[in-house]
Nanobody
Framework: VQLQASGGGLVQAGGSLRLSCASSGRTFSTAIMGWFRQAPAKEREFVARISWSGGSVLYAYYADSVKGRFTISRDAAKNTVYLQMNSLKPEDTAVHYC???????????WGQGTLVTVSS
């Protein structure tokens, strides 16, 4: 499985970006994909995750820091998970990574990361 994260960039505070994580190679009918981020000199933190089985989303879950601003979704036909980020804040600045696994807490595959920079 290869994960390709994209969509990062520079945006002003209050702006929006949409990150994409395209999965190729082996596909899983049931899986979970999470977005994580790591800011300079900080530990990696959880952002959001989505779980699916077949073409149906089972649930989406968000960190408190992004709840109400970010939305995670999946396009099954494209094997792609999106992270729509609205009302961005300078503290959202980080390298964002996507990761996929068979169930909650298990992430076997990681993307290369995409940098999000939010200016004040």
């Amino acid at each position: 499985v290869q994960l390709q994260a994209s969509g990062g960039g520079l945006v002003q505070a209050g702006g929006s970006l949409r990150l994409s994580c395209a999965s190729s190679g082996r596909t899983f009918s049931t899986a979970i994909m999470g977005w994580f981020r790591q800011a300079p000199a900080k530990e990696r933190e959880f952002v959001a995750r989505i779980s699916w089985s077949g073409g149906s989303v089972l649930y989406a879950y968000y960190a408190d820091s992004v709840k109400g601003r970010f939305t995670i979704s999946r396009d099954a036909a494209k094997n792609t998970v999106y992270l729509q980020m609205n009302s961005l804040k300078p503290e959202d600045t980080a390298v964002h990574y996507c990761a996929q696994g068979p169930r909650f807490g298990v992430y076997d595959y990681w993307g290369q990361g995409t940098l999000v920079t939010v200016s004040s």
